[in-house]
Structure formats: C-alpha cells, structure tokens
T-cell receptor, first 113, second 117 residues
Framework: AQTVTQSQPEMSVQEAETVTLSCTYDTSESDYYLFWYKQPPSRQMILVIR??????QNATENRFSVNFQKAAKSFSLKISDSQLGDAAMYFC??????????FGTGTSLTVIP | GAVVSQHPSRVICKSGTSVKIECRSLDFQATTMFWYRQFPKKSLMLMATSNEGSKATYEQGVEKDKFLINHASLTLSTLTVTSAHPEDSSFYICSASEWEGDFYGYTFGSGTRLTVV
C-alpha cells in the first residue's frame, strides 16, 4: 500500500493569515490523484481540493491552493485568509489506479481569532 | 450534490453480538464503496473495497470473517461486525464513488461510532 505522511500533527494560524500544511507520499505509480480533506468536529469528511498527477498546474479552489511537486512527491495545502470555520483536522490522501484511498495521519488546524 | 447516508450514527452493543452498519448512496449509483476505520485522533484506515455484486477486497490485516461486507445493489453496502469485542470499538466511515464524466467523485458518509461494552 502507498504511504502518505503528514509531518505536522498540529498547526495554528491567526485569522486572516496564511498557513501551509505539508504532505509527502510514496508511490511507484505514475498515474494517481491527490486530495486534501477536511474533517470538522462533526466527523464528516469534506473534500477541499484535488490534484491529478498528470497535471502540472497546481489546483486552486478559492482560498485553497496546492503546491504539487511530483518529482519530490510533495503535496502541500495553502490556506489563504484563514477563517474561523477553517479550523478542523486536515487529511492528505492518495488515490491509486484501483480507486483506493490512503490517508495521512492528519494535521489539526487551529485558527486564532 | 451527491449524498451518502450512513446508519446508524451511533451504536452500542454487547460483547459477542453482531452489528450491521448501512451505507447508502441517495442520489447516485455507486459502482464502488469503501469502508474505513478511524481511531481517535488518527487517520482513516482503509478496510475494504466493495464492488456491486462481487466479493469485497480486504486490506492486509483486516479479518474478512469478522468484518462482513455486502454490496448487493448499486446504492447499498453493509458492514457487519460479527462477534464484536471492545477492541472493535471505533469510528467507521463509508464512502461511495460515482463517475462524474471525467473523474470518479467520492462522497463520504457521516460515520458510525461503534462502542462495544
């Protein structure tokens, strides 16, 4: 199975500031997808952003953007203009060609008012 | 958008009994459903992948006889924890995939908190 590593168990950011969450993964496949999911206290997994490995352009969704470095197998998430509602657990995930997901251990994000 | 309903949200059962968790795709047909287990403050661990009408594929280390998965229709998958023990207490989450024209979208259920006493 592929491995996904999130080296930051906890992060905090001041409201309206920018924060970057790190993620690295290990794979021998060339075709795959990467995701960032948000899990608030309700435990519902919410898709934040996705990136197709074959695309060189970094994905962007409003205040959320990624820095995808395929050669380095790195996939970081940048949250701009952080809001209180962004506070949650963030999981980086890898999806292989068999459509199976593998998740990192998560980063707990605190937003300070 | 796509909705996946997972039921029950919470269940408490006695040790030795079995409990069934349902995962339904409400407004789409899910060719594949996945079952995950999440320990407190931990990541989601993929347990098994199920395709409609065929046997589930279990991840290494997951006991297929303890965690029975049935995917009888394109909208329903069930996970039955058989002869549950306290160590099976956990948060279980399902997800369902749907072809969106150029991509398989994934929608997660809201999870089931299982407590075995």
């Amino acid at each position: 199975a592929q491995t996904v590593t999130q080296s930051q168990p906890e992060m905090s950011v001041q409201e309206a500031e920018t924060v970057t969450l790190s993620c690295t993964y290990d794979t021998s496949e060339s075709d795959y997808y990467l995701f960032w999911y948000k899990q608030p206290p309700s435990r519902q997994m919410i898709l934040v952003i996705r990136q197709e490995a074959y695309k060189q352009q970094n994905a962007t969704e409003n205040r959320f953007s990624v820095n995808f470095q395929k050669a380095a197998k790195s996939f970081s998430l940048k949250i701009s203009d952080s809001q209180l509602g962004d506070a949650a657990m963030y999981f980086c995930a890898y999806r292989n060609t068999g459509n199976q997901f593998y998740f990192g251990t998560g980063t707990s994000l605190t937003v300070i008012p | 958008g796509a909705v996946v309903s997972q039921h029950p949200s919470r269940v408490i059962c006695k040790s030795g009994t079995s409990v069934k968790i349902e995962c339904r795709s409400l407004d789409f047909q899910a060719t594949t459903m996945f079952w995950y287990r999440q320990f407190p403050k931990k990541s989601l661990m993929l347990m098994a992948t199920s395709n409609e009408g065929s046997k589930a594929t279990y991840e290494q280390g997951v006991e297929k006889d303890k965690f029975l998965i049935n995917h009888a229709s394109l909208t329903l998958s069930t996970l039955t924890v058989t002869s549950a023990h306290p160590e099976d207490s956990s948060f279980y989450i399902c997800s369902a995939s749907e072809w969106e024209g150029d991509f398989y979208g994934y929608t997660f259920g809201s999870g089931t908190r299982l407590t075995v006493v």
